[in-house]
T-cell receptor, first 113, second 113 residues
Framework: GNSVTQMEGPVTLSEEAFLTINCTYT??????LFWYVQYPGEGLQLLLK?????DKGSNKGFEATYRKETTSFHLEKGSVQVSDSAVYFC????????????FGKGMKLTVNP | DTAVSQTPKYLVTQMGNDKSIKCEQN?????MYWYKQDSKKFLKIMFS???????INETVPNRFSPKSPDKAHLNLHINSLELGDSAVYFC????????????FGSGTRLTVV
């Protein structure tokens, strides 16, 4: 079945550091890929998405590119802020109308001033 | 104006009790879901309904029973609560066949004592 493997943290960075969170997936066909973010005490928010190979999703300074050849969707941000402290989830939704959203295990990021 | 709303936000109850969590979405989506997030932040799908019809039923104890009176509502009833049921439960919705991500509610933190 479909699965997502992502870096597990926790990770602590200083403000303005570069962030990369690795995510690879296993799926048949052409899934849609997502990054969700969960701020402390809140629900999940969609951060960005890509629905086909070579698409780049971007939002709030974060970006990720759908790489079918390496089955990856790594999340990057050039300069993190304290407000980026959260748990980040990579997720995949397979082809087909009722395909469920499958999540990676999540990675907790703490950014210190 | 909340897109996916769950009630209650917090629920503390004793072992053996029966409780319900309610979920409503006003996005016009045709599919709704329940996810469980454990203490390590791992997200696992429990159920999915499409137009009031059960389409995903993961390996979940029979004590958990979802009910969808219409496509805008998906409630979760839990019988004979156990300590291990303590978790955060997220409701979500999506439109089937679009490849889009899900919209999540803010979660219900269930604590069984």
């Amino acid at each position: 079945g479909n699965s997502v493997t992502q870096m597990e943290g926790p990770v602590t960075l200083s403000e303005e550091a570069f962030l990369t969170i690795n995510c690879t997936y296993t799926a048949t066909g052409y899934p849609s890929l997502f990054w969700y973010v969960q701020y402390p005490g809140e629900g999940l928010q969609l951060l960005l998405k890509a629905t086909k190979a070579d698409d780049k999703g971007s939002n709030k300074g974060f970006e990720a590119t759908y790489r079918k050849e390496t089955t990856s969707f790594h999340l990057e941000k050039g300069s993190v802020q304290v407000s980026d402290s959260a748990v980040y989830f990579c997720a995949l939704r397979g082809q087909g109308g009722s395909e469920k959203l499958v999540f990676g295990k999540g990675m907790k990021l703490t950014v210190n001033p | 104006d909340t897109a996916v709303s769950q009630t209650p936000k917090y629920l503390v109850t004793q072992m053996g009790n029966d409780k319900s969590i309610k979920c409503e979405q006003n996005l016009g989506h045709d599919t709704m879901y329940w996810y469980k997030q454990d203490s390590k932040k791992f997200l696992k799908i429990m159920f999915s309904y499409n137009n009031k019809e059960l389409i995903i039923n993961e390996t979940v104890p029979n004590r958990f029973s979802p009910k969808s009176p219409d496509k805008a509502h998906l409630n979760l009833h839990i019988n004979s609560l156990e300590l291990g049921d303590s978790a955060v439960y997220f409701c979500a919705s999506s439109q089937a066949g679009t490849g889009h991500g899900y919209t999540f509610g803010s979660g219900t933190r269930l604590t069984v004592v």
